[in-house]
């Protein structure tokens, strides 16, 4: 059985010699490795033979098989290779065609708005912190002065991750907003001396999301820049001056912008901070709803509540903080009617900054 390998497999390779295109090619695959080939027959009668003989002759068919399906590889790529120098030699070449471009890659509308707020703020003295976008509950509310029957907690949809643990009434999410890391980062800088703490100024950037109705103003998913500034003496006037420069270096020095009372159980008082729509001049469209302004963030002073779980003694200091959309930035910016096509990955608008 030895030698009737031998011979198989020096009859194949000598008619592989033979082939000289695509199609005698898959013609000596199949006469030689196909179902029918002697060489699989050998296989099929492994059964037949003696026990003793079995491991010997299975192992040199192992090693003929390999040694065919090898060289028929390396036969195909000569024959693909020959074909494309004979295909060279009979077409023409204009060596003066301009060459095909190829597309290069940009940053995303959004990514470029934030590295220009980055830079804004970091003009202003801001530092960036990142912060986990998969947090608790609380760190997500109740640091945050959310109680666990807040009915403020409404105004966030939440997506919740379930865990094989049972965590209580301190679940995993997704978190909703970026102000958790308002706590992360007081607490890591209160740690440095909590007799004395440092002063805060930092920006927090991440993907933040909501179970929301999809519509033009408003995704599942969304960035936002977290602002926050921890010092003693801070006012709202510091608040509102910080917000109003941001502003005039991100839309123009003549831009209007206005302060709207609002509520956030993290900041007392609490503010919403809105641009003149730059998309109908202030004559009401789909993305205003119709009033000639978009919001873009909102503020206000840190709540006592989440100082003090931040490390901060809210008779000594005091802060500001304000969440900011870098999408409603960037729609303000470049008249985008429509805050979904950020996430549709369409070329045709993506090439387009």
């Known amino acids: 059985m030895l030698e009737k390998l031998n011979g198989i497999e020096k009859a194949a390779l000598e008619a592989l010699h033979a082939v000289s295109d695509e199609v005698t090619l898959e013609a000596w695959r199949v006469t030689h490795l196909g179902r029918s080939s002697p060489l699989m027959q050998v296989f099929d009668g ?8 079995r491991p010997a002759i299975g192992k040199r068919a192992n090693e ?10 390396e036969m195909s790529g000569t024959l693909r290779l020959a074909a494309l120098k004979r295909s060279l030699e009979q077409e023409q070449l204009d060596v003066s065609l301009p060459g095909r471009p190829f597309p290069l890659g940009r940053l995303h509308p959004t990514t470029q708005t934030l590295r220009e707020m980055f830079r ?41 991750i379930k865990s094989s643990g049972d965590r209580g009434d301190n679940p995993l999410l997704l978190r909703t907003h970026t102000s958790p890391g308002q706590i992360h980062a007081m607490r890591e800088f209160s740690a440095a001396d909590p007799d004395d703490p440092p002063p805060v100024r930092i920006i927090l950037p991440g993907m933040c999301s909501r179970y929301e109705e999809v519509n033009a103003r408003k995704d599942i998913q969304f960035n936002q820049l977290e602002v926050l500034a921890v010092g003693r003496g801070i006012t709202f006037g ?35 901070v809105d641009v003149e729509c730059f998309l109908c001049s202030g004559q009401g469209c789909q993305v205003c709803k119709g009033s000639g302004w978009l919001e873009i963030m909102g503020c206000g002073m840190v709540h006592p509540v989440v100082l003090r779980n931040g490390g901060y003694d809210p008779e000594k200091y005091s802060g500001f903080a304000a969440g900011i959309g870098p999408e409603r930035v960037t729609m303000l910016r470049y008249y985008i009617v429509d805050i979904r096509y950020f996430w549709t990955n369409d070329l045709r608008f993506l090439e387009q900054f």
């Open 120 to 160: 804004v703020f970091g003009d202003m003295g801001f530092q960036v912190y990142r912060s986990r976008e998969i947090e608790t509950d609380e760190y997500n509310f109740q640091l945050l002065n959310f109680a666990p029957d807040h009915p403020a907690r409404d105004m966030q949809d939440t997506f919740f």
């Open 238 to 272: 510091d608040l509102k001056g910080t917000i109003a420069d941001f502003a005039r270096r991100m839309f123009g020095q003549n831009v209007r912008t206005r302060f709207r009372a609002s509520y956030f159980p993290f900041t007392e008082p609490s503010a919403e």
């Open 46 to 53: 492994l059964g037949a033979l003696p026990k003793e003989e």
């Open 64 to 73: 003929a098989k390999k040694i065919l399906e090898t060289a028929l590889g």
